[in-house]
């Protein structure tokens, strides 16, 4: 057993979950992290248009940014046409606690708890344009150990879910398979080099 797993299997153990013999993570090599920066804006400015932001004012914002260009193809349809699954992208906020999680600009990352009410503050406010030059100096990439280990919990606490969701019986612990899969999802990306939509979360 890796260190990693070690971690998973006690916070686990803590939440009354035993864990079956699964496949280990490998060390996470994560991605630069002006990369991940740049998702984190772009996943903000989907969300916010969501949500209800004007999809031209977010559009405005990332053209100002720089970020057009790294805007995923669902991303791009929506923004300029309005066309997608609001629900997703309203859904990826989780994906962006982790992100931000990532970058030390959030301390905790509970998978039994939602983002903070307060989170939108944390991130440019796209009423006025401010820009993200802020966030980007407060950013810290957490080291290789941290990120490992969250990648690790994630994908255990997605197999326990999804096996629970598999022979139909309650999942333990108050697992949300919704918010798991979509900090999972964030964790892997980061921790891999597919596109952002295309990142697979095997189980």
């Known amino acids: 057993m890796n260190t990693a797993r070690a971690h998973t299997v006690a916070v686990l153990a803590k939440a009354g979950i035993d864990l079956p013999q699964l496949p280990l993570t490998a060390t996470v090599e994560p991605r630069d992290q002006q990369e991940i920066l740049d998702r984190l804006c772009c996943l903000h400015a989907s969300a916010a248009c969501a949500y209800g932001f004007n999809r031209s004012a977010a559009l405005q914002w990332?053209?100002?940014?720089?970020?057009?260009?790294?805007?995923?193809?669902?991303?791009?349809?929506?923004?300029?046409?309005?066309?997608?699954?609001?629900?997703?992208?309203?859904?990826?906020?989780?994906?962006?606690w982790t992100l931000c999680w990532c970058l030390s600009l959030v301390d905790v990352l509970d998978f039994w708890s939602a983002c903070d009410d307060d989170f939108v503050y944390r991130l440019p406010d796209l009423k006025v344009g401010v820009?993200?030059?802020?966030?980007?100096?407060?950013?810290?990439l957490r080291n290789a150990i941290e990120l490992t280990q969250a990648n690790d919990l994630a994908f255990c606490l997605h197999w326990v879910g999804r096996d629970a969701q598999l022979i139909a019986r309650a999942?333990?612990?108050?697992?949300?398979?919704?918010?798991?899969?979509?900090?999972?999802?964030?964790?892997?990306?980061?921790?891999?080099?597919?596109?952002w939509d295309a990142t697979t979360l095997d189980t």
């Open 62 to 96: 990332l053209v100002q940014e720089g970020l057009s260009a790294s805007l995923t193809e669902s991303e791009t349809k929506y923004l300029r046409t309005g066309a997608g699954d609001l629900a997703q992208f309203q859904a990826q906020i989780e994906a962006m």
């Open 131 to 140: 820009p993200s030059a802020t966030m980007r100096e407060r950013a810290t």
């Open 171 to 195: 999942a333990p612990a108050a697992v949300d398979l919704a918010l798991i899969r979509n900090r999972r999802k964030a964790l892997e990306w980061v921790s891999g080099r597919e596109l």
